[in-house]
């Protein structure tokens, strides 16, 4: 059961920091090579600015998914960085 539940929680922080990582791309994408301010898409932009900008900061933000990866890694051999591939 132990095995089970360890499972679901790398594959759930593997999504996670996958997801992160993609998302913040997309941002600095936009943001730097388009130059396109993000409350110029509307709500979207503004809780996706929110999020990375307000809640987490722009130095953990920028660390949170290779600080995932170098825990998965440490925890399961794996870093995991395409979650659909275990």
């Not at 999504?15 to 997309?26: G, N």
């Not at 722009?58 to 051999?77: D, E, F, Q």
């Amino acid at each position: 059961m132990v095995s089970g539940i360890k499972q679901n929680l790398t594959r759930l922080l593997s999504w996670y920091a996958f997801l992160h990582a993609v998302t913040l791309s997309a941002i600095l994408f936009v943001h730097f090579v388009l130059n396109i301010d993000m409350t110029l898409l509307g709500k979207p932009g503004k809780l996706l600015e929110a999020y990375f900008l307000d809640l987490l900061g722009r130095n953990i933000a920028i660390s949170l998914s290779p600080v995932l990866w170098l825990i998965l890694r440490l925890l399961t051999g794996s870093a995991r960085i395409l979650p659909w591939r275990f």
